[in-house]
């Protein structure tokens, strides 16, 4: 990673390949080429991180306190997330060629002679790969967050039982069979869905993904599994997720509590399908869900 320190005030700030706003006066915003944002404030704190960029920190942050970097010379040493910050930047992402460290930084007077910086990591290469009309690994592993074995995420999320607290997919095939996929946590939600887009399209190769539909998945990732939007989920995910699908669709995402009421034809059929009332007998109908498939 490239450094690159700038003696000027934060904001405003615009990403140098998108050209979007990134600092305002009083608040902050990512760009899709934007890898990271790291304050300089209360110790530092690491915000809007891409999500292999936090696994990374997080791993820094572990093992500087388990004692890893000891004798180390910390150039942010102020702090253990100072440390980590520094761990991530000069030894995690050292390898990342295409990208550059802004520092902002803006120095003035109160009692004495202040400053403070800002941090925001650049992807300087985001958007060649659709450009040049060529898919590298590098531009996959960034949106879909480096994981390899798209076929066992289906079917873990296939043999996951339903919890009430949790998400349900069903998805059906050009032949209109399809069957449950159940998600507990945001990790999986955040793994599941990019295995679907993938094994849809590419049979586990995804050198092969047209690059106008590559720019189309990449668009539902970031706009959807980078939001943190596990509790709260947008009401037209649904339908932009299908309009990059072509094998299959998906005919019902949502909280499983949702498949206790009949507000959609899906939920009326499964509900006239089980033998009892679901309110009445959660644990019943839970075991239904579980079986449940269309053939």
Known sequence: MQQLKLSIPAFPFYCPVTGEQLLFEEDYHSSPAT?????????????????????????????????????????YDYSNEGKAFDILVHVKLKDYSNSVLFELCDAGYACG?????????????????????????????????????????????????????????????????????????????????????????VNQDPASIPVPVFESLKKVYLDYFNAGIYEALPKDFTADLNAVLTDYKIVFFGKVTDLFEANSEFCTELLEEFEGNPVEDAEGFLRFLSSYSKY
């Open 113 to 201: 002679p202040v400053s403070s910086s800002v941090f925001i990591g650049i992807d300087m290469g985001y958007g060649k790969a659709l450009d040049s009309g060529v898919l590298d690994q590098e531009a996959f592993d960034f949106c879909f967050s480096g994981f390899e074995d798209y076929e066992s995420v289906l079917i873990d999320a296939s043999e996951i039982n339903p919890t009430r607290d949790g998400l349900a997919l069903f998805m059906e095939d050009t032949m209109g069979c399809g069957g449950f996929y159940f998600i507990s946590t945001e990790e999986a939600w955040k793994r599941l869905l990019p295995a679907l887009v993938v094994l849809d399209y």
């Open 35 to 75: 890898l990271f944002h790291y304050i300089d404030l209360e110790g530092g704190v690491l915000v809007a991180a891409q999500p292999e960029i936090e696994v990374l920190y997080n791993e820094a942050l572990k093992e500087i306190k388990e004692g890893l970097y000891d004798g180390y010379e910390f150039k």
